[in-house]
């Protein structure tokens, strides 16, 4: 069984940071571009970042450029989303998702992956 599992979300004050942590299980890891979405209250889910397979290749959001950086460890299985200056409008729940078709087509959609995680809240104030 595929688990995904969002950790390292919480609150923080408008231009704090977050790093968020995403460990899998049940399928292997290396074999996975991993990405990350958000849904905001009252939004559409929305594509954050994403990572190939051994990490040499790595896409964001224009939002997310110079303020998130997206890292895997293919040792522990994980993939991380370390988010600094964070904004009032970065507030979301972050979803990681395990994606076999690493193309631009696909990994920006997320129709396109494979397995997801359950999410976690991101809350930041002013």
């Known amino acids: 069984q595929v688990r995904l599992v969002e950790s390292g979300g919480g609150l923080v004050q408008a231009g704090g940071s977050l790093r968020l942590s995403c460990a899998a299980s049940g399928l292997k890891f290396s074999s996975y571009a991993m990405g990350w979405f958000r849904q905001a209250p009252g939004k559409e889910h929305e594509f954050v970042s994403v990572?190939?397979?051994?990490?040499?290749?790595?896409h964001y959001a224009d939002f997310a450029k110079g303020r998130f950086t997206i890292s895997r460890d293919n040792a522990k299985d994980t993939v991380y989303l370390e988010m600094n200056s964070l904004k009032l409008d970065d507030t979301a729940v972050y979803y990681c998702?395990?994606?076999?078709?690493?193309?631009?087509?696909?990994?920006?959609?997320?129709?396109?992956?494979?397995?997801w995680g359950q999410g976690t809240q991101v809350t930041v104030s002013s």
């Open positions: 998702g395990a994606i076999k078709v690493y193309t631009g087509t696909y990994y920006e959609i997320r129709e396109g992956y494979d397995y």
């Open positions: 990572i190939s397979w051994l990490g040499s290749s790595r």
